[in-house]
């Protein structure tokens, strides 16, 4: 669980997401467009009609994952695996609903249907390769980075912190563990430490009231709860 503070990206991350809807629709879109001409001589209404009802679809669905909200903290891979399960769904649910509807089949004929989808999902996947891409660039000169903590000495606790430093993409600045117990008196007698890093199991910043000074200085940006 995290507290975030407000950051240069956290005030204007609903219009990140509305970004991120476009963007989606537009690929889509975009797709139809490009492999329409190369069997069917024009983008027609029908290509227009099946386009926009694919978009509404993974938009749908997309709400309905999460997969607009945001990523930062986990890898690609993952990222790559939720949208291609909703382009898939969503375009499943188009071949049924044609097929239900007894609509003009169209661009939902072999292959072009395929490359449709291909195409399609390479542009959505490509989009957001980018995007973080140049947000790793960015982090790395010290732009849109977040300092954070983790509130607590537990072994949970410990492992958040190693999953941050881990997440290199993430432009996270590990800022300590806050504890109203020291980490250095729970570590000597909890051999299970032992396998964590030693700098991370060490890196006690303070107690809870130092914790609130600390948000409230604009010291820190998120605060984990473990």
């Not at 537990?154 to 806050?178: H, K, N």
């Not at 107690?207 to 409230?216: S, T």
């Amino acid at each position: 669980m995290s507290i975030d503070a407000q950051g240069l990206i956290k005030p204007h991350s609903s219009k990140f997401s509305l970004l991120a809807r476009c963007l989606d629709a537009t690929m889509v879109i975009l797709g139809l467009s490009l492999v329409t001409p190369l069997h069917f001589g024009e983008f027609n209404t029908d290509s227009v009609a099946s386009a926009f009802v694919a978009a509404l679809f993974l938009q749908l669905l997309g709400e309905f994952v999460e997969i607009y909200r945001s990523w930062r903290s986990e890898s690609v891979w993952a990222e790559a695996r939720q949208v291609l399960f909703c382009w898939f769904t969503s375009f499943s649910l188009l071949l049924l609903l044609q097929g239900a509807l007894r609509m003009d089949q169209g661009i939902l004929l072999w292959p072009a249907y395929l490359q449709w989808f291909a195409l399609s999902l390479l542009m959505l996947l490509g989009w957001r390769f980018i995007a973080r891409n140049l947000l790793y660039r960015l982090r790395a000169l010290g732009f849109n980075t977040r300092r954070v903590a983790v509130v607590g000495s537990s072994e949970i606790a410990q492992e958040t912190a190693r999953r941050l430093l881990d997440c290199t993409w993430g432009g996270y600045r590990f800022a300590g563990f806050y504890d109203d117990r020291q980490l250095a008196e729970r570590a000597a007698t909890d051999e299970r430490r032992l396998r964590y890093q030693k700098g991370v199991v060490e890196q006690y910043a303070g107690n809870l009231k130092q914790l609130v000074q600390d948000a409230r200085s604009g010291r820190l940006d998120s605060i984990f709860l473990a």
